[in-house]
């Protein structure tokens, strides 16, 4: 396909690399099978200790250098990152699209996410100001800045293969540190695409080798990462079930995590909500990417008063969907993964059923021509309690439930009632609600939305979540803070050594 030999993408890939360098290394052979079709797209080689070795020490020297070089001439090479990736939009997004099973829109929207922040990493290069704030002791100033940290390892999920690793690349390049990607095992062939990008602009830039290293690899990769002590900062998407694991055993070294893990996330749908745009946000929430992403809606919350009509509407939308070959722009719905994410799904229904759950719109695998890689699942919605224990999970799986409530506080409980706490939303059109959801009293969650969906959010804002999704934020807003160390600064300029709260210490 074109849009492999554009991103520089062969049958067989080293999977490890300082930069400019590939590394041979003896690891085993890490197969791409693209859930569209079933088909092998290539292959990488996994990356052995040696080869690990090599990237952090690599990385490690790099960093000596990088973060000596002013933070505006650091923005300008994330400038032309950006200019890079929207000259390969168009083919990274196909083959984010091709590799990991979502629609090529939502494949072309993942790079521009890239590239927005770029963009927003560039404006940032100039702006990473302390305060100053006034010393108790005479003849003193007291401020503080922000120093770079080192080594940042990287570890994201097969959901968003790119956009997540730029949010932090892009971020931590401008602030001074340096990279070690480990990218999904399930889509390992969009980081050699980054990696190849990213690779042309520091060569001509100069850039030492070393400020992005790629890994490729499982779960042992990804322990070694956490328990390096020469990383002192490791950012980490994906399952609870992982981010525990990285944090204990980043926080057993005492390192820095920044975790973004899983999302239960619920719209609350209010007798005063427009409908319209509420049956938009929810079916594009519940079905975009399959229901593969971490801020996909799995619970609706609806008023009793209009529970009927909206799940009518609902009925219909979905019938109304189109499952098929993602890189067809007239579908709505691509496969999910792989076959292990099918099982789950199905296992899911199944237990939901075992709960009391009432299907009205039934799921299953899609069979038949085009469907050969047996990845393809229909969109479906049950009538179930939040308590039922596979609503309190997170199944990354185009499953809706759907729930009645009387009373706003009720809703507000249902929607916090789960261990995770990444996105929310509510639909409605009356003040007093839309005000309590944003309360102190209302979502706890990282992202509360009013007349939009969980999913979607933009690179301006901090994006994270509370309880089991992990406390961490990527991304906009200060989240740049995540990859700096903070240093408190006196300077003496008296002829004399007061002490702090009045002590006194004379010779």
Avoid at 97 to 117: F, N, P, R
Avoid at 374 to 401: D, M, R, W
Avoid at 461 to 485: I, L, N, P, Q
Wanted: aromatic content about 8%; some cysteine; hydrophobic content about 40%.
């Amino acid at each position: 396909m074109e849009f492999l030999t554009t991103l520089g993408i062969a049958a067989e890939n080293p999977g490890t690399s300082t930069g400019s360098a590939w590394i041979k290394t003896t690891g085993e052979n890490i197969p791409s099978y693209t859930p569209v079709n079933g088909s092998l797209i290539g292959s990488v080689t996994a990356t052995d200790k040696a080869g690990y070795e090599q990237v952090i020490n690599t990385a490690a020297a790099a960093f000596r250098e990088w973060r000596s070089w002013p933070a505006p001439r650091r923005g300008e090479v994330v400038r032309q990152i950006g200019e890079a990736l929207r000259a390969k939009k168009q083919a990274l997004g196909q083959l984010v699209s091709y590799e990991m099973g979502k629609s090529l829109q939502e494949g072309l929207g993942e790079v521009q996410e890239m590239i927005d922040i770029c963009d927003f990493a560039v404006g940032l290069s100039r702006q990473l100001h302390g305060l100053t704030m006034h010393s108790e002791r005479p003849g003193h100033r007291m401020y503080e800045q922000w120093h770079p940290m080192g080594i940042v390892g990287i570890i994201s999920a097969f959901n968003f293969p790119v956009a997540v690793w730029s949010w932090n690349s892009m971020l931590a390049w401008v602030c001074g540190d340096v990279c070690v990607w480990k990218p999904s095992e399930k889509v390992p062939l969009c980081g050699i695409a980054c990696q190849n990008i990213v690779n042309e602009v520091f060569t001509k830039n100069n850039v030492p080798e070393g400020v992005s290293g790629l890994v490729n690899g499982g779960r042992e990769l990804g322990e070694w990462i956490a328990a390096d002590t020469r990383i002192p900062l490791v950012s980490a998407t994906g399952s609870t079930r992982m981010g525990k694991a990285v944090g204990a055993a980043v926080g057993a070294r005492l390192g820095n995590s920044l975790l973004e893990l899983g999302g239960n996330n619920a719209i609350i749908i209010s007798k005063d909500a427009d409908l319209d745009i509420a049956l938009i946000g929810a079916v594009f929430g519940a079905v975009g990417t399959a229901g593969q992403r971490c801020t996909t809606t799995r619970r609706l919350i609806i008023h009793e008063s209009i529970y009927d009509v909206f799940k009518a509407r609902l009925v219909k939308a979905y019938g109304q969907l189109r499952i098929g070959d993602p890189l067809d722009q007239h579908n709505h719905v691509g496969p999910l993964i792989d076959k292990d994410a099918v099982n789950q799904y199905l296992a899911s229904i199944e237990k939901c059923k075992a709960e009391g759950g009432h299907f009205i719109v039934e799921g299953g695998v899609v069979e038949g021509p085009g469907y050969e890689s047996g990845c393809y699942v229909k969109p479906c919605i049950a009538e179930a309690s939040n308590e039922f224990k596979i609503v309190q999970h997170e199944t990354f799986a185009p499953i809706l439930y759907i729930m009645k409530y009387a009373t706003i506080d009720e809703a507000i409980a249902y929607q916090n009632g789960v261990p995770q706490g990444l996105s929310s939303a509510i639909m409605t059109l009356n003040l007093r609600e839309a005000e309590q959801f944003l309360s102190q009293a209302g979502s706890d969650c990282g992202i509360a939305n009013v007349n939009i969906g969980t999913s979607g959010a933009e690179i301006g804002g901090a994006f994270g979540g509370e309880k089991e999704t992990g406390g961490g934020r990527e991304s906009g807003s200060d989240a740049w803070k995540a990859y700096m160390r903070r240093q408190t600064n006196t300077i003496n300029y008296s002829t004399r050594l007061p002490l702090a709260q009045g002590i006194k210490f004379d010779l």
